[in-house]
């Protein structure tokens, strides 16, 4: 990694495109300590360390520290992710959409416009719900029209900057911008969180005691790096053989290829979802004061992941079963609206491909269908592991991070893909210098 990047500065253009997201970062991390005008933040700072489990910490480590310090940026780029989720599932249940979607580069940019509008929209309402649900609580410094105003448009608007800024880095930067954004966000929030596992496991302790705590620690975060890594690569290829056919006096066809299936199809979407969706009750009552009945807080006492995997509340890890179930659930509910078998093995028949020992057509989807949910399952249990990892620690160790599980898979995802673009800007440059020779 660092030869590829010390061989991208050498090349004028790909360390323009360096230099140009490193800036943009620097802005990202100079807006997040901005204050939204009218907001206490020592008194939001207060209300913030009394929030149930991770419901508020989640938040404020994709936004990093954005939400906690309670900034213009405090929604962060979370409105665009969401309409970008929304957006997909739209393209597969509107067919006019999924149409745009086939319409090259022209209907990408369509989708692109129509996401842009709805990330605004959803800032709206949610900056709307914050200054409404904030200034009953207490955490505004006057609660009146005009404060409720100021904060919904510092919010909104620094949710669309961000956005903007994620296009830029796409378009005149390295990688993909908002992954960039988000995955700048977790990082910053790492040194806090490293620290306070040295003060807890560490400091204080007696030599052999803190040394073997430190590569025990080390040697955790390394294992769930390593199975990311191999979570996010792991692909099974499906060879793929083309028939001859023959025209005048070409031939053509006759090669072989393969379909890659990815071992994590879904990526980090199935956590994300499954936390979102576990998270919702207790956001809610957190942020509007619910006067709930006992059904409610007990539910929520389930549903808080802080009382996950507890000796002395083990009753409230059945929340941590639910939330198993929802990962898998979700990984193979989105692999199946993004991946069509039937589709793909209609395309190689009419291609003149297939799968060998397989008959083409509804045979060969069947085929797909059957491997691909193996992979699935696999890439579930993997993902599965990784995101109840960080919840066993803090239940039976009390070690509260933010780049654990869902956090660590985009970190590592997000670097490596940013690496194999730089790659393959290096690659094209060496081809143009090749063809100017």
């Not at 942020?287 to 083990?314: D, M």
């Not at 780049?403 to 995802?413: A, E, M, N, Q, R």
Request: proline residues 3%; contains cysteine; aromatic residues 10%.
């Amino acid at each position: 990694m660092l030869t590829t990047l010390k061989n991208a500065f050498k090349i004028k253009d790909i360390r323009k495109r360096l230099w140009f997201t490193f800036l943009m970062l620097v802005v990202i991390r100079l807006g997040s300590q901005l204050p939204v005008p009218g907001v206490d933040r020592t008194f939001f700072a207060s209300w913030f360390a009394q929030q149930m489990g991770d419901a508020s910490g989640f938040v404020d480590a994709i936004t990093g520290g954005s939400f906690l310090q309670m900034s213009v940026f405090a929604l962060n780029i979370t409105p665009y992710i969401t309409s970008s989720i929304i957006m997909q599932l739209l393209t597969i249940a509107i067919p006019k959409l999924e149409e745009m979607q086939k319409d090259g580069e022209e209907g990408r940019k369509k989708i692109a416009s129509i996401t842009r509008y709805v990330t605004v929209a959803l800032a709206l309402i949610e900056s709307t719900a914050m200054a409404i649900g904030f200034g009953r609580s207490g955490l505004l410094e006057s609660f009146n029209v005009l404060n409720v105003l100021t904060v919904i448009v510092a919010l909104t608007a620094g949710s669309a900057f961000l956005m903007w800024v994620g296009e830029q880095i796409t378009e005149h930067g390295v990688g993909n911008g908002i992954s960039i954004v988000l995955t700048i966000n977790i990082i910053s929030r790492m040194p806090s969180d490293i620290k306070s596992l040295f003060d807890q496991f560490i400091s204080g302790k007696a030599i052999a005691v803190g040394v073997l705590n430190a590569c025990i620690i080390l040697a955790i975060i390394l294992g769930m790096i390593i199975l990311v890594i191999i979570l996010n690569d792991g692909i099974r290829k499906i060879p793929v053989q083309y028939a001859k056919k023959i025209q005048g006096n070409r031939t053509y066809g006759g090669q072989s290829s393969n379909i890659p299936l990815k071992v994590n199809t879904a990526g980090v979407i199935p956590i994300i979802f499954a936390s979102s969706l576990l998270q919702m009750p207790l956001i809610v009552t957190s942020t509007f004061r619910i006067n709930a009945n006992n059904f409610w807080i007990e539910l929520c006492k389930y549903l808080n992941s802080g009382n996950w995997v507890k000796l002395a509340t083990p009753q409230y890890t059945i929340g941590l079963v639910i939330y198993v179930v929802l990962v898998i659930f979700f990984a193979y509910f989105y692999t199946s609206i993004t991946f069509n078998p039937l589709e793909i093995a209609d395309n190689m028949k009419k291609q003149g491909g297939f799968i060998p020992g397989i008959r083409p057509g509804r045979p060969t989807s069947e085929y797909l269908t059957k491997i691909l949910n193996y992979i699935i399952f696999i890439g579930a249990v993997g993902l599965t592991i990784i995101g109840i990892l960080p919840y066993v620690f803090n239940g039976l160790f009390n070690a509260s991070v933010s780049f654990g599980g869902t956090s660590l898979i985009i970190i590592v995802s997000v670097i490596l893909e940013t690496i194999k673009q730089i790659e393959s800007l290096m690659l094209v440059r060496n081809y143009k210098g090749f063809l100017n020779d």
